[in-house]
């Protein structure tokens, strides 16, 4: 029951736009739920270590709520299983808006699994992806630097990257 | 002005009331005529109540007599006023509320000409002026009531349900008719104020025995555990206005004989009289919500929060003997007064709470919580309802049982003023029980509330129920007056303290009400608090967060969405929580009072570890049938066999009893 | 639980500093690949290609295309060209748009490497 | 490794020449070919002898691999694997099923039934009898909704699986409380229908089939090196036991013997998996129980572990190490003496503490007992099993290199209990940190053996593989097939690979521990356990739902 002019507000176009209504409604506070659609529990650790001494995301300012509907970031991995669907899709409008989706690992970025009967193959095309984080798994480092990207508090690396081994000009 | 002919007015009205059910009870018109009628003679009758209360002790009428029942002589007492009044309240709903839930038709004309008799014997209990008035009134009474019981008699629970109240009634008879014949042959007289006048002539021994055969007798009436396995079995096979009319009314009748013996026609006793009555109390209360806590059936159930609360009445009527024993007039007055308080207002949301399941029954089919659910959406009246009668038996504010358990809890908290540290202790300990008890309500009703009416329906009828042409009237009157009886708690106490002063002789009101609104537990400087402005400070608090949020609350996006069920593909009915795993913890932490027989039957015990359907049983032992009720029906049998050679059939033999029987009396009258 | 206060205080710290200061634990995770243009040619494209279990690798027209978000950093890349591609070393590789992680490495070695080097190295 | 033909008949001598190969620790593996008709007969005899257990049951054949065209199927093979520890050597039975129907294995051997509610998802066959089976792998909506069936390994069941399946149906004064599949944060998808009675737990069954990700399906085709790296991400907590298991069952297939080295270096490997699992698990406990203090200093233990990992072979969970026929990557030895001690010394001080924690050890005594006749039962191996008095551990009764050389001591405890599962880990990790001394005293590097033939397919462009996926061949009676096991941290994997003449996998079978521990899981929890402690119990299992629905 949203009502087009509301949603229009809650839901932005832009993900930049969308980052800059985060930081408005947050501030710099944010919670986050979690989301395994297939993943090969490698990328499930390696977020709990998030919250452990050596990383310790809560001094960033971010928590970790079980309950969707207290988040305002969803971490998936996997590759997002076809018969996970109905509680992706559950979870996902569990939320309250503005949120932001940030498809976890190479499961989730279409590495590991290719689309077939068994799996979408990532989870681009059923939830609309905010913040892409590549590795396999992700270190809890390169979780830290994805979710700060996700607020706009760290500027986006890799577009500038060219993985050209001793920097041939681009 | 003297109650009695409004109350004759009353009692001419129920029975022409009889008579019209009677001659047209087939026809949906004379039905309403009748409740009409009926509705009227209530009406009547609180006004009556009422009326006694504040006026005093009319004189002793008498209306003629005959033979058979002796000189018929009548009384309107201050003491019997809040349990006329109440019978008078609970007429009026249950008239407002019968057209639209009984079918008309010859069973139902009948039925309804033995509940306006019922009506008429219980108001000739209560205003009955001598002993053998108030005997035979009481036995009529129970008669017609277990006629009210057998509504179906094709049924054999029905019968069975029906069979207990008579049976458990019969013996309680039994030991008041003996009481009074005590009290009656040592004051040589039959009349209720003259005994009361000259009580002081009975020794104690004598006294006392009467005074426990009376507790005893009247206790089968009111539900006093052992005494109470009859209000379980009789409530839920008597239709909903019987069973509302039994528990509304005729355990109240148990109270007032209790009351009558306690304060009325025995004032003087010692302290272990009070002390043995408050125990019995303290301990009918505790079990009785125990056991509520283990029923599915809405009216079993309910049953046994009625024996809870009759308990919680005792309890207040012993501690005030006890403070009697100990010079304590004014707790005495107080804890009298406060328990007449609770009889009124369990009478009322009681009432309620069992029209209301009359009304969830139509509608669904059943009684069984666990067959329930989601009912608030469905019956959104009904539901309202039920909330207002739940929340004033959980004894919260504002409603009306709050006002009197707080005086009761006050009143036993003062114990420390009998001087005595035994009874004191005692009397804290009983606090501490109604403390429990109490704590144990608010789960059962919580309980009770929310598995039928909350959540999501359990079984198709559940789902497609509805709540047109279902009852309203009736049920709401009783809310409302569970409301006036908390917010008006001033008024009543004035009311009632007026009363207590023509019972007790004690004047309460100084002390009670200093005015602006608040209310002393007798001594001033102990405790106090204003029913009133409770309520309106409750509605304030209640309000205020509401209006901010309205007003503030911000204009964008709003969504509705379904709860959070972890994702699951469909969340299903047998994913809630029911009846009666919502009260498992108790019955494991109280398994030695339920005695709880497990039953499992899981596919997962198969060697393989294959999953499949569960089945899980825990049942409750009937402690009290099995272990104290068929022991005693055995012996009964046994001494039926024994003494049957004595009925040969021969008549010399009968003869020759005869002469043995006056030979017996001649002796008895020689010594 | 004093026990495990004092344990605690014993501990010191060991939260890092990232992202005000780099974490040194940081060099010895596994990054993808980086590429040296000069040594790739086509046939060597389409031997990483195959190579690549994750399909992160490909190769169109004179161009290798490196899905970033598709490597898993397994490696076999390294082994199948040793000259030709190394660990970038790179680990703050979170993007806001699935475009920002596909790169194009110009083919510059073997048949034709004047002219992609510039078709093929626009991005 | 010795392939025999011959009927059940013959089984005994078998059995005693499987003891005399033993004797010269030839880690032997003996394929029996049993008729149909024979099958029950021969799962009696195996149950009862001694030290047989029922390891792992599979089907393969019955139709094109990958499911195409049913019309080419043919007969079902029904494969049983018994580890018979007593012997050290495994011993396969196979069977051509005809028809719909064969012998109900999981009535003589309970340990059975999970694969047979697997083999009938995937191949459309069931056991007589006609109990009901359960739902594993395949979503409800597969079959309810034909368009959505995903491809299976054989054909699709011909009864309706309404038919088949158990309803979980609650009754009496109980409910099922839903928990799942989306759970806590950090955690895998995972549903539990909890029957409570409101306090106590009445029943417990987990649905997995959210994560199924038809893992063996996907290896159809490929070459064992291009599988690998699907088997790796199959169960990452488990990597390098699933990829040993693997390779060793490919390498059995190919005729390739790994070098000692690089055994050894698997061996560092999948030893430094054990400790960082434990440490994960001792963590777990610690959150379970709501010792956050504990589970810092697990934590702090463990991410010490994963670095020692990644400085040590390159990755944290190391994936990538394991390669058919040898080690991709070989210890830092140097690094791994500098680190591990003080890394695992994180762990020790971390479990001192807690051995210290009264109100931490009350809450795991007599919590999810396992009773021993149940691990038995149930089939259930590593430190679960250990745990509950039943000592199976693959590198002792089932030796391979290296562990042939320096056989660790086995942890091993009678009362099944959470406390009990937790001291096997802790007793474990010291082994753990022992043997890997030994490995790099005896010298641990990376190394490959090559096949005789040139190992085809590994350099082929990914396009034609998917072509070529499940190909021509029937993975009946397979020409070259092997057998595989590592003794991961969650305990035995197994492995099975048929290859066809041009190297690539007609059948692959994964068995991570997982999927025979959660069978566990449930029987732990229906004893007498409030539902508080379910969460203590999954932690002292510490099993992946990624591992059991692949």
Redesign the interface.
Known sequence: ???QR??S??VPET??ELRRAVTRQFGRSLH??????????????????L??????LH?LGFF??????HADLLMVT??M????D???R??Y??M??PKLVVATG??A??????P????HGGV?ETLP???????????P??L???L???VGR?A????D??????G?P? | MNPLPVLAGAAAAWGLAALIALLGGTSRPAVRACCAVSGLGGAAAVAGGVASLLSGDSRVVTAGGSVVVGTLQLQATSLAGVFVALLGLVAVAIAAYVPRYHEPGRATGLYLAVYNLALLASLAVLAAGNVVTFLVAWETMALLCYLLVLRRPRRAEAAAGAFWFLALSEVGFVLIIAAFVILAAKTHTMQLDLIAARARLVTGGWRDTAFLLALAGFGFKAGLVPLHVWLPEAHPVAPADGSAFLSGLVVKLGVYGIALFGFGLLPAGPAWRGVLTMAAGAVTAAIGILYALGERDIKRFLAFSTIENIGIIVTAFGAAMTFWAYGQRLLWAFLLLAGLYHVANHGTYKTLLFLEAGVIEHATGTRDMDRLGGLAHRMPRASVITFVGTLGIAALPPFNGFVSEWLIFQGLFQGFRTGSHLVAILIVLAAATLGLTGGLAIYAFVRGYGIPFLGMPRTRPAAEATEARQPVAGPALLAVACAALAVGAPVVLAVLARAMRTVTGVALRPELLPGNLTVIPAHTKFSGFSPTWLAVFLLAITALPALIYLAGRPR??????PV??????AFKPRMQYSAMTFSAPTRVTFDALYRPSVSVRRASDDPAGRSGPVHYESQATPVFQRYLYRPVIRAFEWLADVVRPIQSGDVNLYLFYVFAAVLVAYLIAAV | MTLWFLRGLRRGV???R??ARP?A??AA?PT???????ALTRALADRLAAACP???LARDGDALV?????????GRCLAEAPGA??S?G?????????A??V?R??L?AGGGAAAPATEG??? | MTAVRAGAAALPGLLSQLGRDAADDARPVITVAVPAASLEDAVRRLAAHPGARLADVFAAGGGPAAGRDAAAAGPVVLRLVWGLDADRGYLITESEIEGERYPALSDIAPAAFYEECEIYEQFGIRPGGGKPLNRVAL?P??ATTPG????RLGRAPVEPPGDVHALHHVGGHAFEFPFG?????????LYYGLVTSGEEVVDLYLFT??????VE??LQGRTPREAL??VE?????G?VGNAWAFAVAAEAALGLEPPAPAARARAVALELERLYNHA?AT?ALCQSTGLVIGQ?AA??A??RL?RVNAAAFGH??L?GVVDIGGAAAGPDAAVLRRDLPGAYGELCRAADALLATNSFLDRLEATGILTQEAARRLGLVGPVARASGVATDTRVDHPGPPYAGLPPAVAAATAGDVLARFRVMLAESAESVRLIGDLLDAGAGPGRAEPVGTEPGGSQPRGETREARGGPARAGMAARSGLGWAESSRGEALAWVALDDTGRITRARLRPASVRNWRGFDDACRSQNVFTDIPIIEASFWL????TSR
């Open positions: 029951m949203t009502d509301a949603a507000r809650s993900a930049a986050i739920r979690t989301l395994d659609t297939g993943s090969c529990a490698a990328c499930e650790q390696e977020i709990r270590l919250a452990a001494p050596h990383y310790d001094r970790f709520t079980p309950a969707p509907r996997g590759p299983v076809r018969a996970f109905i509680a992706a559950k979870t409008e569990a309250p808006g190479a499961c970025l279409g590495g590991v699994y290719q077939d009967a068994f799996t681009g992806v905010d913040v892409w984080i590549p590795g396999c798994p992700p270190s480092l390169a830290l630097q994805g700060l990207v996700a760290l986006e690396k890799v577009q990257l060219s993985f050209i081994q001793n041939t681009r | 964008a996006a709003s969504r509705i969405e959070w069920d972890g994702g699951i593909v | 060991v939260t890092t990232y992202p974490d634990s940081a995770l993808p690949p980086a590429f040296r243009p000069e994750s399909r992160a490196f899905d970033v978000g598709a490597c898993t950093a397994c591609a190394t970038s790179e680990f703050e590789l979170a993007a806001t748009l699935p920002h992680l790169k490495i110009p510059l190295g626009s991005p | 979503p909506q597969a959505q069936a995903p491809p599949p989306v759970r806590q944060v950090g955690v895998e998808s089939w959210h994560k199924h990700r038809g399906w996907r790296f699907q991400r199959t169960e990452g907590l990597a994960a963590a810092a934590e702090i463990l991410e994963l944290r969970y994936f992946t739902v990624a591992g």
